[in-house]
């Protein structure tokens, strides 16, 4: 029997509709807070890496800053390509004709974990993967069992044992995590609300998600076991896509609390900081691994990769 959740879920273009269109289009923009400070790059420190313009999302950079990799939107298709930052050369990572999308960096740079969507009749079935950048490998982690679902947004845990990511395997879209060599998943939520794409903090200790438990979409934290959910932002607009920075001192996340989508960085007892202060739509924030921050905007007409450094 199909599984209703998934139906109102969409396929990856419908998703990504849902996590970027939803902040523009379905809200209205609040003025900015009172108290919230504002730290940003100077406009000439923001870094483009790509110039194609074509729809990006989930940019990652490699341990060693060396690499990036993204999704990238073309057509009808999203792929995931693996970008040298010194050359600029690029390549696919694979050959599958599925959509492939949120891939994330393994700590020690060797392989990726992944999600594929699948296609089935009139909806997606996405799984995660891990491949291992070598030989390209890949390996299934994460797979729907019976009833379609849907096992996306991974990251990796610091020692690279374990990983979490969501799954609507029990109907709601919860957080779970699992060992990368199997085993049974650890359910980490259970709410009716939708918890989303997780970061697990570089100390071990802290895994911060998305979730619109209290309403709007607010970053919120957790411990691996489950215990200790609390929330970190409390703003009256949506706030998504969590990072932490490689300190583990600050997380970066999207939100449209200004009127416009912009990243903010915010350390876990002070203010949001607006670091990108711009009229474009900024999105989907990755650190850099000598603490810049990386995201996705269309400042330049068509959506690129940037970086800039951030500066009081």
Known sequence: MKNEKCKLRSRIFDVFILHFSFFISHFPFPSIPAGISKVTAAESDAVRLTNDGHLKQRPCWSPDGKQIVFARHQGATIFLFLRDLKTGQEERLTTHTSAEFDAVFS?????LLLSFDKTSPGQGDIEVY????????????ATTQGALSHEESPCWSPDGKRFAFTSTRHGNQ??????????????????TAIDAHPSWSPDSKTIAFATNRWGDLEIALI?????????????????DYPAWSPDGRHVAFTSNRDGNLEI?????????????????????PAWTSDGRIGFVSNRDGGFDLYSCRLTE
């Open 107 to 111: 700590p020690d740079g060797m392989s």
């Open 130 to 141: 891990r491949l291992t950048l070598a030989d390209r490998k890949l390996m299934p982690l």
């Open 174 to 191: 919860e957080l779970y995590v699992a060992d990368v060599m199997g085993g049974e998943w650890q359910r980490l939520t259970s709410d």
């Open 223 to 239: 411990n691996p076991d489950g215990s200790n959910l609390r929330r970190l932002t409390q703003s009256k607009g949506l706030d």
């Open 264 to 284: 903010y960085v915010q350390t876990l007892d002070g203010p949001a900081k607006n670091v990108t202060r711009n009229e474009a739509i900024d999105n989907f």
